[in-house]
């Protein structure tokens, strides 16, 4: 029979959640969360072998509510532009919320090679929305291009002088 901890891995990381977005990836400790959770930090190691086990967690759970949204996205919208919006806002908010801890994490113990895999990961799970998208408003023949449109909406997340507005008239002219 397992034991009853009294805590959810759930509430753990939402404590180190809150942190990543409010402090940062320096200022999150495995002591931290455990006394910010009433628990002590050998009973954190019950939950998660490490600090960057915790952080991936954390970050993988709101990832999905990314995914998730981008795939209602895919599946509802009934305009190509306004489902790229969705999807741009969606990946903006989440890659906002994190961009403190991002830039700390690659500071430490990130290399180049490590954060070009993930650029390719995320792009691709993103890519396979925007086909989805594309074929379900009409579009078929953009869900070939998929690649190129979400590496276009990566940038425009990522480069201080394009934002919604110049993504959309990228996607528009693209629909000419």
Not at 21 to 36: C, F, I, P, T
Request: glycine share 4%; with cysteine.
């Amino acid at each position: 029979m397992p034991k009853v901890l009294g805590i959810s891995e759930n509430k753990i990381l939402d404590v180190a959640d809150k942190i990543l977005r409010e402090e940062g990836y320096k200022e999150l400790s495995v002591r931290k969360v455990a006394n910010l959770c009433g628990i002590a930090v050998g009973t954190f190691y019950l939950y998660f072998p490490s600090k960057d086990d915790l952080v991936a967690n954390a970050i993988l759970r709101s990832w999905k509510k990314v995914l998730s949204a981008t795939d209602a996205a895919a599946r509802d919208s009934d305009d190509f532009t306004e489902g790229i919006i969705i999807v741009y806002r969606a990946t903006k908010d989440f890659s906002d919320a994190y961009t403190k801890a991002f830039s700390e994490y690659s500071g430490t113990v990130g290399s180049h090679h490590t954060l070009a895999s993930r650029h390719l990961t995320l792009r691709l799970q993103i890519a396979e929305r925007v086909a989805a998208l594309a074929n379900n408003t009409g579009h078929a023949e953009l869900a070939e291009n998929s690649d190129m449109i979400t590496e276009c909406v990566l940038t425009a997340i990522n480069q201080s002088d394009m934002n919604e507005n110049t993504l959309r008239k990228f996607i528009n002219l693209t629909l000419k």
